[in-house]
Antibody, heavy 129, light 108 residues
Framework: QVHLVESGGGVVQPGRSLRLSCAAS????????MYWVRQAPGKGLEWVAV????????YYADSVKGRFTISRDTSKNTLYMQMDSLRAEDTAVYYC??????????????????????WGQGTLVTVSS | EIVMTQSPVTLSVSPGERATLSCRAS???????LAWYQQKPGQAPRLLIY???TRAAGVPARFSGSGSGTEFTLTITSLQSEDFAFYYC?????????FGGGTKVEIK
């Protein structure tokens, strides 16, 4: 049974850093792309970042590019998000999510599927002075 | 960036009735790579539909998705009490992945 548990959220001042973790069980992160999706209070969903099953692909939303870094530790089956230079507008619940299908490579390119079949319960990040 | 627009913003429906939710993309969604999610207050989203029309595992048959190109629909036949929630569409054609603003299905 797939299970995702986020941690690391909290209250942080603008300009400071925070690292989120997402512990996965019931599957292997090295077989699936993993994502971070956030939701500001009372707002809709916003995709933040992706890391492919083999770690070769990392994409970010423009709103976080250059400030956030997605990574994973396959030995711990855990996904991470390093968040630097935090801003008030980064305040949100951050969810990690698993790709709907296993990733694959073909003709030298590796692919993700980009829909989310399992989600964690989320961790709240509040950026405030 | 593909902009996803959902309508209506709020849909008031009586239990047992049918709900039809719309999702429009600003450009064609290649291969109908579109998903629908349900979210209840205080909970994480739940995948309902992917590939525009394929129900995810465990999703009741009263949920169905249709559409192609730029116009997509989520239909819930005979609404149950547990179906009153927010619903979001998401394209996965290209980067960035984007969601619609959501439709709240409330009890009439």
């Amino acid at each position: 049974q797939v299970h995702l548990v986020e941690s690391g959220g909290g209250v942080v001042q603008p300009g400071r850093s925070l690292r989120l973790s997402c512990a996965a069980s019931g599957f292997t992160v090295s077989n699936y792309a993993m994502y971070w999706v956030r939701q500001a209070p009372g707002k809709g969903l916003e995709w933040v970042a992706v890391i492919s099953f083999d770690g070769s692909i990392k994409y970010y939303a423009d709103s976080v590019k250059g400030r956030f870094t997605i990574s994973r530790d396959t030995s711990k089956n855990t996904l991470y998000m390093q968040m630097d230079s935090l801003r008030a507008e980064d305040t949100a619940v951050y969810y990690c999510a698993k790709d709907g299908l296993e990733g694959y490579c073909s003709s030298g390119n590796c692919y993700t599927h980009n829909w989310f079949d399992s989600w964690g319960q989320g961790t709240l990040v509040t950026v405030s002075s | 960036e593909i902009v996803m627009t959902q309508s209506p913003v709020t849909l008031s429906v009586s239990p047992g009735e049918r709900a039809t939710l719309s999702c429009r993309a600003s450009q064609s969604v290649r291969n109908s790579w579109l998903a629908w999610y349900q979210q209840k207050p205080g909970q994480a989203p739940r995948l309902l539909i992917y590939g525009a029309s394929t129900r995810a595992a465990g999703v009741p048959a009263r949920f169905s998705g249709s559409g192609s190109g730029t116009e997509f629909t989520l239909t819930i036949t005979s609404l149950q009490s547990e179906d009153f929630a927010f619903y979001y569409c998401q394209h996965y054609t290209d980067w960035p992945l984007t969601f619609g603003g959501g439709t709240k299905v409330e009890i009439k």
